[in-house]
């Protein structure tokens, strides 16, 4: 006796088949967006990151007096009216290893731009057209220093996959938790 499929067998069976394949490929096809999100996300979290340690290599070598200070904050209230000539850090640096002697110290300078969505860093303010953008997702920045305590803080650093659109699924938004301190050494605090 000869063993036949019928066409309603067949047809269960590719449905079936289909079912399977559907599942698989919806399974995959979500894996795929939410590692593209995790991969958006890191991309954002990398750049925040890098700005937190850029700026704490500097600031741990900053030196000054009263006179001479070692870190100056120029921050608007307002961030977004944020452009780099009012929204700026200056961290004096001694590269001749010359405490005393002012004259030869680097003045570096972290400025945000809001409308650019920028943190740029100047190696140096007598050049201010040689610069380093360190990044162009930033959102929301705010920086502060507290001479009394000689505690520099980020209060705010929140950067956006595409900083011109609203968070989403696929624009992630990242932010520290809270407020960072960062503790420049103690010759810079007199």
């Not at 036949?4 to 399974?27: N, R, Y």
């Not at 340690?53 to 006179?67: E, K, P, S, V, W």
């Not at 595409?162 to 960062?182: A, Y």
Request: charged share 20%; proline share 5%.
């Amino acid at each position: 006796m000869r063993k036949v499929i019928t066409l309603a067998e067949l047809l269960i069976a590719i449905s079936l088949l289909g079912l399977v394949v559907l599942a698989v490929g919806t399974f995959e096809v979500a894996a795929l967006r939410m590692y593209r999100k995790q991969d958006y996300r890191s991309e954002v979290l990398i750049a925040v990151s890098f700005i937190i340690q850029h700026l704490d290599r500097h600031i741990r070598g900053a030196i000054g007096d009263m006179t001479n200070r070692g870190i100056r904050v120029i921050w608007q209230a307002n961030t977004s009216a944020c452009n780099f000539s009012n929204c700026y850090v200056d961290i004096r640096n001694d590269l001749n290893n010359t405490p005393s002697d002012y004259s030869d110290d680097i003045i570096r300078r972290y400025a945000y731009n809001y409308s650019l969505h920028t943190v740029r860093f100047y190696p140096d303010t007598s050049n201010l057209s040689h610069y380093i953008d360190l990044s162009s997702r930033i959102v929301d920045c705010k920086f502060s220093f507290d001479s009394s305590q000689g505690v520099f803080r980020i209060e705010v650093l929140r950067g956006r996959y595409l900083p011109d659109k609203p968070p989403s699924f696929k624009n992630p938004q990242v932010s520290i938790p809270s407020t960072i301190n960062l503790f420049p050494f103690p010759h810079s605090l007199n």
